[in-house]
């Protein structure tokens, strides 16, 4: 990917804030009692915590019912404003993970919902090991879609045939997620995965694929086309209108020693 199209995929998502926000999956608690096993144990609750690239706040908005001490940074209006209208009462502030706008040594934990891969490594890596305290937690996560399930499997090959993108964090196992995190090899990565499913009506599963980047940079007459042949294979194969969406949660923890 081209550092201009990187771009526009990364802004792409300002005018779509609210069908993010209304149809994205969440996460599961099982996610947090990871990040704080990963963590040497140490809880979210009470601690302080920035949520980076925190869009919509659908990452914020658990760590705050943990009970964490939270804020968010997010550098996109349009995914702000949705936020301040979601969580008023949550501070964000306007910022990237390249450029931390925060104090050396604050936080406790740094998470990354979806949002790592949106930084550029050489810079985000000494930013985050900034503004980490002693002891403090990198948590970086994606929710990837099972490709172990028929359907998704078999809607995953159509998308790649309609935009040449695969949308998949690596799970082979191999490594690679680690070292595309942090190609330096300044971070000693934990890794785990997390296995959860939500069911949907098949209007808000074609919501949630159509609020992906490799969507909302096209035009509307191809996304339009897209979900339409979609929404066809999935009322055939699902005649009730419900799916089961599927997901392995990627987590990666590394701690600032």
């Not at 999956?25 to 996610?31: G, K, Q």
């Not at 090899?185 to 159509?210: K, Y």
Request: proline share 6%.
């Amino acid at each position: 990917m081209t550092a201009s199209s990187h771009s526009t995929r990364a802004h792409s998502f300002n005018a779509a804030a609210a069908q993010y926000a209304a149809n994205r999956p969440s996460y599961p608690p099982a996610l947090f009692d990871a990040i704080e096993d990963l963590a040497g144990g140490h809880p979210l609750t009470g601690a302080r915590v920035a949520d980076i690239g925190a869009g919509t706040g659908i990452a914020t908005a658990l760590l705050h019912a943990r009970g964490a001490d939270v804020i968010a940074v997010e550098p996109g209006e349009g995914m702000a404003a949705q936020f301040r209208r979601t969580l008023p009462d949550v501070p964000i502030v306007r910022g990237n993970g390249n450029a931390l706008p925060l104090a050396t040594g604050s936080a406790d934990f740094l998470t990354y919902a979806q949002a790592w891969h949106w930084t550029e490594p050489a810079r985000s890596v000494p930013e985050a090991l900034r503004v980490l305290r002693p002891g403090g937690a990198l948590a970086l996560w994606w929710n990837t879609t099972d490709l172990d399930v028929p359907w998704l499997a078999a809607q995953a090959r159509r998308l790649e045939r309609h935009f040449g993108i695969r949308r998949e964090v690596d799970r082979t196992g191999n490594g690679t997620a680690t070292a595309l995190a942090d190609p330096t090899g300044r971070l000693d990565f934990t890794r785990r995965q997390v296995r959860w499913s939500r069911p949907v009506p098949v209007d808000t599963h074609l919501a949630n694929i159509g609020s992906h980047s490799m969507f909302l940079v096209q035009s509307e007459e191809h996304r339009a086309a897209v979900l339409g042949e979609e929404r066809d294979h999935l009322f055939a194969a699902f005649p009730d209108g419900i799916v089961e969406e599927t997901y392995v949660v990627e987590l990666l923890v590394a701690t600032n020693s």
